[in-house]
């Protein structure tokens, strides 16, 4: 049993001796990912000092002007992984195509998929932002993935992660046994094990999701958010929060349970949220720590993707929670 004083290494070290089949490959791979957010944290620590605020001008493959700091963590991620043996291709929210491994780098079984700066648009009024990541086996042979090796159902991941940089930077992941958090001790640079084996409340009184977007919700679903509002049965009231950042929003939820939703709208029923590197990594913890996600009728996690960049309602958090809001829009 990991603890408390552990360091990540340690900590992924030891879950790949407990798992007879690991080659050390994944371990490999989230070391290297803990390594570019490191860097990336200390950007973002001193992004309003080093001119790194702001936009750079040019709009991404979700119509979204680019943040410095978005390029800046695209570009840190790659190149922190593309070397290490371990990829044979990656997706980023940042770039329209799959994004090959260079021929001078060999390749390997898995592929990673990632945002590597979610809730950009907070970045120049210091609010907590993130990355996000998703681990899968490739699915076909030969040196080079494919977009094929990307459109796999959730349930396949083999890892998925978040790094919130938030008051404190953390580094929550899972490899499928438990969901584990690290706090970075910026005076050694290294994580630390703080939140072993993260279990999410049955319930919780926190609902969180954009407010301003009701009159573009179906009916069912302002019934249920009115609902929301009210008080519960034994008199009591729920909270509000919305941070507009999925990490930070999902992070409290995943810590301290309630719901969390981003949802489909009349005109726009497939919602904002990306499945393969926002959804589907943040079900797959929420599941391991024994919450739920739902697109509002299925698991996120049987979700068949058939485009990189495709988007799903969201529903994620307390397992009774989102029950309830599935039961709502049934
Ligand atoms: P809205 C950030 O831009 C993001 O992609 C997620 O991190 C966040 O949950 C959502 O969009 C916020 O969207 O429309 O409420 O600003």
Not at 32 to 58: C, F, H, M, P, R
Not at 149 to 167: F, H, K, M, N, P
Request: aromatic share 6%.
């Amino acid at each position: 049993m990991a603890q408390r004083g552990t360091t990540i290494e340690r900590h992924i070290f030891e879950r790949q001796r407990a798992t007879s089949s690991a080659t050390g490959e994944l371990s490999g791979l989230l070391q290297q990912i803990a390594t570019a957010s490191k860097i990336i944290n200390s950007k973002v620590n001193q992004a309003g000092l080093a001119d790194a605020l702001g936009v750079t001008g040019e709009v991404n493959v979700q119509g979204e002007e680019v943040q410095k700091l978005d390029e800046f963590a695209n570009s840190i991620l790659i190149r922190c992984v593309e070397a290490g043996g371990h990829l044979c291709c990656m997706a980023s929210e940042e770039v329209e195509e799959l994004i090959t491994i260079p021929d001078r780098f060999t390749t390997g079984k898995y592929v990673l998929m990632f945002d590597p700066l979610d809730g950009s648009t907070n970045i120049d009024v210091n609010i907590s932002i993130g990355t996000i990541f998703s681990v899968h086996k490739r699915m076909t042979t030969g040196r080079n993935g494919t977009v094929a090796d990307c459109l796999q159902r959730g349930t396949e991941q083999v890892a998925a992660g978040y790094v919130i940089y938030g008051s404190s930077t953390m580094f929550v992941y899972s490899t499928g046994e438990g969901v584990h958090g690290f706090t970075l001790d910026p005076s050694v640079g290294e994580y630390f094990l703080s939140h072993p084996n993260i279990q999410t409340p049955k319930h919780g009184k926190t609902y969180s999701v954009n407010d301003a977007n009701c009159s573009k919700w179906v009916d069912p679903l302002q019934a249920y958010v009115n609902r929301l509002r009210s008080p519960q049965a034994d008199g009591s009231l729920r909270s509000a929060r919305y941070v507009g950042t999925l990490v930070a929003d999902f992070h409290r939820t995943l810590l301290k349970g309630g719901i969390f939703m981003y949802p489909g709208e009349k005109k726009k029923p497939e919602g904002k949220l990306r499945l393969l590197y926002e959804a589907s990594p943040m079900a797959f913890l929420a599941e391991r720590a024994g919450g739920a996600a739902s697109d509002g009728k299925r698991r996120i996690l049987e979700i068949v993707p058939d485009k990189l960049h495709q988007r799903t309602p969201l529903f994620i958090g307390s397992a009774e929670d989102v029950a309830d809001a599935v039961r709502s829009l049934g």
